[in-house]
C-alpha cells in the first residue's frame, strides 16, 4: 500500500510541475499553440501602411475587427489556391516592430497557429 501511495504522489507531483511549466513566449506577448498547416514555399507579398486609419480599413476590407482601444502593428491574409500569403504592416520607417512582422510571417508559415490567444 506504501509502495502505491509513494507511485501515486510521483505522478501527481510530476503533473503539477508540466502543468506549471511557462509557455515559451514571444516578445510580441504570443505563444505557437498548433499549426493548421505547414508551407515552407510561399510567394509573400507586403503592403506598407502608414497609419492605424489605412490598417483599420484595410482590416474591415478583409472582414476584420479591432477591439476598441487595441491597435493593430500588422496582419496577414493566406490564399490556399495559389499559396500566396500578404502582410500588412505599419511601414518601419514610422514605426519598427519586427516582432509583429515575424508574427504575421509564421502566419505564412503555419496558418492559424493560435487559436487560444486573440
Known amino acids: 500500500m506504501k509502495k502505491f501511495l509513494a507511485i501515486a504522489?510521483?505522478?501527481?507531483?510530476l503533473l503539477v510541475i508540466?502543468?506549471?511549466?511557462?509557455?515559451?513566449?514571444?516578445?510580441?506577448?504570443?505563444y505557437f499553440e498548433?499549426?493548421?498547416?505547414?508551407?515552407?514555399?510561399?510567394?509573400v507579398t507586403v503592403v506598407?501602411?502608414?497609419?492605424?486609419?489605412?490598417m483599420t480599413k484595410l482590416l474591415?476590407?478583409?472582414?476584420?475587427?479591432?477591439?476598441?482601444?487595441?491597435?493593430?502593428a500588422a496582419f496577414s491574409v493566406l490564399s490556399?489556391?495559389?499559396?500566396?500569403?500578404?502582410?500588412?504592416?505599419?511601414?518601419?520607417?514610422?514605426?519598427y516592430q519586427p516582432e509583429f512582422i515575424g508574427h504575421e510571417f509564421v502566419h505564412c508559415l503555419y496558418g492559424n497557429w493560435h487559436k487560444i490567444q486573440p
Do not use: W
Open 9 to 13: 504522489l510521483a505522478i501527481v507531483v
Open 34 to 43: 498548433q499549426e493548421t498547416f505547414t508551407r515552407l514555399e510561399n510567394h
Open 80 to 95: 490556399m489556391e495559389d499559396s500566396s500569403c500578404t502582410i500588412y504592416m505599419i511601414d518601419p520607417k514610422i514605426s
Open 60 to 72: 474591415a476590407e478583409h472582414g476584420r475587427t479591432v477591439e476598441a482601444g487595441r491597435e493593430v
Open 48 to 54: 506598407l501602411v502608414k497609419d492605424q486609419t489605412e
Open 18 to 30: 508540466v502543468s506549471c511549466q511557462k509557455k515559451n513566449v514571444g516578445a510580441d506577448g504570443y
